[in-house]
């Protein structure tokens, strides 16, 4: 397992990996490790947390026992940016009843707004450390 925290996300969805490749290149102290819902190891995870992984309908951040999710794992991904990208926290005064809304209507309709891939993203060889 990872040392830090790991983002589980949809790498057939255009969005999802966009988001990927996002943090990738804005993590400079290389926090994260990723892996996508389709591969072995994070599907695993995703069963282990109540997340279909043949239906993943959030993405995950997992660090140790906590398990963050919905608008909440896209508040600590940012955050653990640092600076300037932490200063999104600032939606946390928006209720999570509210921000998980939101949240849910894109991810239900990520592939139509957004397209999905024929093929999985797959990370550039410089990023292939931070995969699981």
């Known amino acids: 397992m990872a040392d830090g925290p790991v983002i589980l996300f949809d790498a057939a969805c255009v969005l999802c990996s966009a988001n ?3 943090i990738l290149r804005h993590d ?3 926090r994260f490790q990723l892996a996508s ?5 994070g599907a695993a995870i ?4 109540g997340v279909d992984p043949e239906d993943p309908t ?3 951040v997992v660090e140790g026992a906590r398990v963050r999710r919905d608008s909440d794992a896209i508040l600590a991904i940012y955050q653990g940016l640092g600076f300037p990208w932490a200063l999104a926290g600032v939606f946390r005064l928006i209720p999570a009843a509210l921000r998980d809304r939101v949240y ?3 991810a239900r309709n990520r592939y139509r707004f957004f397209g999905k891939r024929q093929s999985c993203w797959t990370a550039p060889p410089e990023y292939r450390d931070r995969i699981l």
């Open 104 to 106: 849910r209507w894109i």
């Open 20 to 22: 990927a490749r996002f």
């Open 46 to 49: 995703c069963r282990r947390h």
């Open 58 to 60: 959030t993405l995950l």
């Open 37 to 41: 819902v389709q591969s072995f190891a």
């Open 28 to 30: 400079k102290t290389a």
